[in-house]
């Protein structure tokens, strides 16, 4: 990865160089462990946005169903 950002990203030689230090088992992760409420939150925001979705696909269908009643009658 830091050849592909030295080669088309154009940055300073060693720049990144001070960002990520291993050691012989890999790079350390620092970051930190998001809280259960936030995945919670991503949950039902999912959740909405499905059932958001769902209802459209409802709508489109019966809209549909009734323009081919109709057009058939």
């Not at 230090?21 to 930190?32: R, Y």
């Not at 462990?33 to 409802?58: C, D």
């Amino acid at each position: 990865m830091f050849s592909y950002i030295n080669v088309y990203g154009k940055y300073p030689p060693g720049l990144f160089s001070s960002f990520c230090q291993g050691d012989k088992n890999g790079l350390p992760c620092e970051a930190e462990v998001p809280s259960p409420s936030s995945s919670e939150n991503v949950n039902a925001s999912r959740a909405h946005r499905v059932l958001q979705s769902f209802s459209v696909f409802i709508w489109i269908v019966l809209v549909n169903l009734l323009g081919n009643l109709v057009l058939t009658s």
